[in-house]
């Protein structure tokens, strides 16, 4: 994976930083408020980082030496608005204008063997600070009254590197702040950069202590691991650690015994090569990406095969129905890391309807299958046609080729039957009403019955009109012993 150049900002930090704030006068001011009330401000983290790196950044955190309440009364002045975003954290956010900021209180935090959240007492240095913080990446400061960049831990010089590593122990790191594992993955993902072997170990020892954490907090992780431009390495870091057993075991579980032969693919290997396919093809869908759900949907559309695995007399690998078992698999983990239902069902459809379009051949489907395509798929369409197109993964390139012109076929004849038809409003051509009085029922089970009826009708034969539709809905009728009043 290609990394960016080397940012000019790592031989001179200050003076980056210097210009960093440069485009934010309202932060001089509010770092005078606190000079005055004799605190001292720093910013620190990631902004801090991401400056030396010439990365863009909406982040504005800051440690002071004032307690919360202080903080608060300095801001108030200051600030159109305050808000408590973690008081006992000895956190502050305010709003300025556009601007927003988070001020906390020099602090370390630990967790104990059975909490779910850190204990947080304040410290009374910044150093001290810095050597609570996750990396010495992000234990760098740059105290705003003075305009003294602080790195006490070689932050700059791991950055230059491209390294991971912790301030204290690593072990002492992540006790402290199990999630601290996965955000070394995001890191890996989102930056590029390589976890110090110590790192690595420590990782791989106390993966079963990440299950300590919410199940919220391992999700968002997740979430910036996924949505960074490159999440494959990160994924495998998870992985190799053995973290992965514990945040998502499927992923893992992937990883298939090769049989003698070579009969069937790596599944794990190419789940990671489908999700970044997926990446690719993202420009595809309204608006573009970075995509959540497809990138969930490609990384787990093949979860269900260990269960479903099967191995015929001539050696021949099957996995029957892993499309439904992998659906039911997403929706149990993914409502365990605390998805929304919507997120949820978004990924288990694109789980269960990746291997329709297997069954349209070189485009035996008729007009009737198409529809129902589009139907089950409904406003997932676009994502199903990236995932569909991203599952293929061979390296015979004529085959890749034809699956990519059948699928193009497939897109060619849901626009014209679109057009024609617009099968996202597909609807029967009576609707409940309607069914009613034409059979003279009251609201019940009777009427959803003669619904889908009509809505299988439709599928298959296209609009048909009022008077059809009602003409077929009472020969339905009269055929399943109805009666009309």
Excluded: C
């Excluded at 955190?61 to 000895?90: C, K, N």
């Excluded at 699928?407 to 996202?424: F, G, H, M, Q, S």
């Amino acid at each position: 994976m290609a990394t960016a150049s080397p940012s000019p900002a790592l031989h001179d930090p200050g003076a980056a930083l210097t210009d960093r704030l440069g485009a934010a006068p309202e932060v001089v001011e509010l770092a005078r408020r606190f000079s005055d009330a004799g605190h001292t401000l720093a910013l620190v983290g990631g902004p801090v980082r991401d400056a030396v790196l010439g990365r863009p950044t909406q982040d504005w955190d800051f440690t002071t030496s004032a307690h919360p309440d202080d903080s608060e009364r300095i801001i108030a002045g200051w600030a159109d608005a305050t808000w408590d975003v973690g008081r006992e954290y000895g956190t502050i956010a305010a709003r300025m204008g556009d601007l927003q900021v988070e001020v906390t209180t020099y602090r370390s935090e630990q967790y104990d063997t059975s909490s779910r959240k850190p204990h947080v007492s304040y410290g009374d240095s910044l150093e001290g600070d810095l050597s609570r913080r996750d990396f010495t990446v992000n234990a760098m400061a740059y105290l705003l009254d003075t305009g003294t960049f602080v790195d006490p831990f070689g932050g700059l010089a791991d950055l230059d590197a491209r390294l991971l590593r912790t301030p204290v122990s690593a072990t002492q790191s992540f006790d402290d702040d199990p999630l601290r594992m996965m955000r070394a993955a995001r890191f890996v993902a989102q930056l590029g950069f390589t976890p110090v072997e110590e790192v690595v170990a420590a990782m791989t020892a106390m993966a079963d202590r990440l299950t300590i954490v919410s199940a919220e907090r391992v999700r968002d992780e997740l979430d910036k691991l996924l949505l960074a431009d490159h999440p494959r390495p990160g994924l495998t870091l998870l992985v190799d650690t053995g973290i992965a057993a514990y945040v998502l075991p499927e992923l893992p579980a992937l990883r298939l015994e090769r049989d003698e032969h070579h009969r069937h693919k790596d599944v794990y290997d190419h789940s990671l090569t489908v999700l970044e396919q997926a990446i690719a093809l993202e420009e595809r869908l309204p608006g573009g990406g970075p995509d959540l759900v497809i990138r969930l949907a490609a990384l787990l559309h093949d979860i269900g095969k260990p269960r479903t695995r099967r191995f015929a007399d001539d050696g021949s690998v099957t996995f029957h129905h892993h499309d439904v078992v992998g659906a039911k698999l997403a929706r149990k983990r993914l409502r365990e890391l605390r998805y929304s239902n919507e997120v949820v069902d978004d990924v288990t459809t694109l789980v269960e309807l990746h291997l329709r379009f297997h069954g349209y051949g070189t485009g035996e489907w008729t007009d009737s299958a198409v529809r129902r395509y589009v139907r089950d798929a409904g406003d997932r369409l676009d994502r199903l046609h990236v995932l569909t197109r991203a599952d293929s993964t061979t390296r015979n390139r004529r085959k890749a080729e034809r699956l990519q012109r059948t699928y193009d076929d497939l897109e060619r004849r849901i626009a014209v039957l679109n057009e024609a038809e617009e099968l996202d409003k597909i609807r029967p051509d009576l609707d409940g009403n309607q069914i009613m009085a034409v059979l003279g029922v009251e609201p019940g089970k009777q009427v959803g019955e003669a619904y889908r009826f009509l809505m299988d009708l439709r599928l298959d034969r296209g609009p048909l009109g009022e008077d059809a539709a009602r003409e077929a809905l009472l020969a339905w009728w009269a055929a399943r012993d109805g009666t009309l009043s």
